[in-house]
């Protein structure tokens, strides 16, 4: 079940607890607590079994017709299950229903780590197409690649 959760101490606690649970991709501490802090006033849905939260993802505006899939987690042993391309099709519903055109989402550039090429191949599975990329935005170790979709 996807659903959009309202209350910033539930969002903040439900990040914590997915992205503390994804250290290849969230290494950084004060990165993690970035996001987690974000998440209070951002637009987040959870997918959930059992009543138990297995993934989330929070959508930020980046420009007048842009929202942005800032962060998408999904525990490690729900990987592969569907969780995250149902939570990524919630988003863009929701960024329709919002007005938005498009909707971006960015990464570690493919080619550089393991992991961050499944999350690369993930996106581009969904529809997401190449848009830019930014070698020094994070660092020169972390070139950021930006997907773009159209949703219209």
Known sequence: MIR????????????????????????????????????????????????????????????RDTAEIAVLGVLPECHRKGY?????EAAKQIAVEKGYSFLQVKTVQMGRYEEYDRTNRFYLALG???FEVFPTLWDERNPCQIYVMSLR
């Open 4 to 63: 959009i959760v309202d209350h910033a101490d539930e969002k903040r606690r439900i990040a914590r607890c997915i992205l503390e649970a994804l250290t290849d991709w969230f290494a950084i501490p004060d990165a993690r607590e970035y996001y987690i802090s974000e998440s209070a006033d951002k637009t987040m849905l959870v997918s959930e079994e059992n009543g138990k939260p297995n993934g989330f993802l929070y959508l930020k505006k980046t420009g």
């Open 84 to 88: 995250g391309r149902k939570l990524v």
């Open 128 to 130: 997401f197409k190449e």
